[in-house]
């Protein structure tokens, strides 16, 4: 069975810092890329950064220079880095594998899904 299970998520206070892990199992995800997406209430799953099997990245405008990601491909698991948080970041984070090794930020694209985390910020 093919899980990503996420954890670290929480409540933290407004310029602070949160540092996400999804562990993946039932197969090797070191060719995958892999992403992180987020859903706050009433909106839209939405993109936030992806890294390459290789290990190049892409991140959403409103995280990029607050937050990192990276991958330990030994673990099968990757990591979302995330300082400086806002309120407008709260929302449950999805960790999720392409399968394809592709770099492209839409959810449709991603063949696996984790569960979630919630990420609360306050302010």
């Known amino acids: 069975q093919v899980q990503l299970v996420e954890s670290g998520g929480g409540l933290v206070q407004a310029g602070g810092s949160l540092r996400l892990s999804c562990a993946g199992s039932?197969?090797?995800?070191?060719?995958?890329?892999m992403g992180w997406f987020r859903q706050a209430p009433g909106k839209e799953r939405e993109f936030v950064a992806h890294?390459?099997?290789?290990?190049?990245?892409d991140y959403a405008d409103s995280v990029k220079g607050r937050f990192t990601i990276s991958r330990d491909n030994g673990k099968n698991t990757v990591y979302l880095q995330m300082n400086s948080l806002k309120p407008e970041d709260t929302a449950v984070y999805y960790c999720?594998?392409?399968?394809?090794?592709?770099?492209?930020?839409?959810?449709?694209?991603?063949?696996?899904w984790g569960q979630g985390t919630q990420v609360t910020v306050s302010s």
């Open positions: 890294i390459s099997w290789r290990g190049d990245t």
């Open positions: 999720a594998a392409d399968a394809s090794g592709r770099r492209v930020g839409v959810p449709s694209a991603y063949d696996y």
């Open positions: 039932g197969r090797t995800f070191g060719w995958d890329t």
